[in-house]
């Protein structure tokens, strides 16, 4: 890995330039859909083996990186191509080749994946630190995520005028990965989620050392219009981690938990999408009682919120698992989504049991004026009435 300097900086032009380009990606980004895969289609998962052919990666005692994450790619692919008859999976690299990094983002794009996966070995400069841990495309919270961000990226100054296909980015600069606070990830919660599982399945079912799910600003992660994650599976500089990670055996077992972890996430997506389930539970109810009969604007209704976002959604059904007459409420730069508008809250919490096998976490809130007001309030102004 190439030396860390604190005094790269790049100059003001550079910074101007670096900026529209993240304000035009994060309009691209925002501009796709919020859709659900519902439980019929085919899902596509990218996997990208980190490293390759000159860029060999962390280098421990006797390992390569990019010969580890080959075998750990390989391995979570035959799993998930051999149990999930819906999945099919495609790969940045399947052998020893090199692989520029924007390339990596752009297969992933064009095959429309749903989930982009890249996985990766860690480094450290102690022999003593191990474990696992899964990032996510946002601003480093403290120095050593920023450092691991740092040293994946160093891949570019591998590529021919890097300077230029990055528009002045500068992998060794600290200054450049603040420009990532400019981005606004539409994809965080469900990358967060598959994380989550990936860690969790390291942690409960092969014991390895769980460090947690982070944010740092991976360039590989930022160019991907889709929930992605990068995981790290191991340190190749801890002894016994190198040996694991480099062991078939180990490769083996670790990718079979994301490859569990694929598929409960899967699962999950699904579950909630349940398309056909709430349409049949909105055309089952009584006329009075339907989505979008709202009674005045100055009465208290009561109503089901299925999301929260920090991110303004378009208000159709596909964005919200086909289910119809969605509403925004915008309070304190904050995007709720609702749906229902009911005079009692008797026929809300009917509504919200109707709903449930799509959105499991929705819950019934009360509404005066396009502003929620505190539940127990509303109960009491009803029951004074």
């Known amino acids: 890995m190439s030396a860390i300097t604190k005094n790269d900086k790049l100059n003001t032009n550079n910074i101007n330039t670096w900026k529209l380009f993240l304000l035009l990606s994060s309009l691209l980004v925002l501009s796709g859909s919020f859709s659900i895969n519902n439980t019929n289609k085919t899902w596509i998962i990218v996997i ?59 297969i992933a794009n064009k095959s429309k994946a749903d989930l982009f996966i890249s996985i990766h070995a860690n480094w450290a400069p102690s022999k003593k630190i191990l474990g696992t841990e899964s990032f996510i495309m946002g601003h480093a919270k403290d120095e050593a995520n920023l450092q691991v961000a740092m040293k994946e990226n160093e891949v570019i100054l591998l590529e021919s005028d890097y300077t230029t296909k990055y528009e002045g980015f500068d992998p060794k600069s600290p200054e450049s990965y603040i420009m990532f606070t400019l981005m606004q990830n539409i994809y965080q919660e469900q990358s967060t989620l598959l994380a989550a599982k990936i860690q969790s399945q390291f942690r409960e079912r092969i014991s390895r050392v769980d460090r947690g799910v982070k944010q740092a600003g991976f360039w590989v992660l930022f160019m991907t219009t889709m929930p992605s994650v990068l995981v790290e599976t191991g340190f190749i500089t801890h ?78 059904p596909e964005n919200f698992s086909g289910l119809e007459d969605v509403v925004e409420i915008n309070e304190n730069e904050r995007f ?3 749906s229902g508008n009911f005079a009692e809250y008797a026929d809300a919490a009917n509504y919200r049991k109707k709903i449930e096998s799509a959105w499991p976490d929705a819950f019934v809130i009360a509404v005066k004026g396009n502003k929620t007001v505190p539940l127990q309030q509303a109960l009491e102004q009803k029951k004074n009435k």
């Open 48 to 106: 990208d083996a980190g490293h390759g052919g000159k860029d060999p990666g962390a280098l421990g005692t006797f390992a390569a990186e990019k010969n580890i994450t080959l075998g750990i790619a390989l391995k979570t692919g035959k799993y998930i191509e051999q149990n999930l008859k819906n999945v099919k999976v495609i790969y940045t690299r399947k052998n020893d080749t090199f692989v520029e990094l924007k390339d990596r983002a752009s």
């Open 239 to 316: 002894p016994n981690e190198e040996k694991f990670l480099n062991s078939d055996e180990g490769q083996d077992y670790l990718a079979s938990a994301i490859f569990r972890a694929c598929r409960d996430y899967i699962g999950e997506t699904d579950r909630r999408s349940g398309i056909s389930a709430v349409k049949s539970a909105e055309n089952n109810l009584d006329p009075e009682n339907k989505p979008g009969n709202a009674p005045g604007a100055n009465k208290v209704i009561f109503m089901v919120q299925i999301a929260a976002s920090s991110i303004k959604k378009e208000l159709k």
């Open 336 to 338: 709720k989504y609702a």
